[in-house]
């Protein structure tokens, strides 16, 4: 019912940046929150940044002040911008629509999309 596509993924040394974009599209009315998780080799899923459809965030401890989350609500799309990156930032990094509200048919759902690589070199 809702499709996620995640762009901008990719190497990069410590202390550079990258951008992440991620496009949601299907019959959407509204998407209650967007956000960005990422799953390091042997680790689980944990919560990178968070945004409400009225522009709250939240952020994990260890990206705050380098990491800035936004989203466009007109286009069903959310960006994370990732500064001063370091190497326990490498990860796979999944785009999260939560409590996405469709029209045809009426549902409200969780989704993930399939998910971008991001390295990091030191």
């Known amino acids: 019912q809702v499709q996620l596509v995640e762009s901008g993924g990719g190497l990069v040394q410590a202390g550079g940046s990258l951008r992440l974009s991620c496009a949601a599209s299907?019959?959407?009315?509204?998407?209650?929150?967007m956000g960005w998780y990422r799953q390091a080799p042997g680790k689980q899923r944990e919560l990178v940044a968070r945004i409400t459809s009225g522009g709250n965030t939240n952020y994990a401890d260890s990206v705050k002040g380098r990491f800035t989350i936004s989203r466009d609500n007109a286009k069903n799309t959310v960006y994370l911008q990732m500064n001063s990156l370091k190497p326990e930032d490498t990860a796979v990094y999944y785009c999260n629509a939560e409590r996405a509200v469709t029209i045809a048919p009426v549902l409200t759902g969780d989704y993930w999309g399939q998910g971008t690589q991001v390295t990091v070199s030191s």
């Open positions: 299907g019959s959407i009315f509204r998407i209650n929150y």
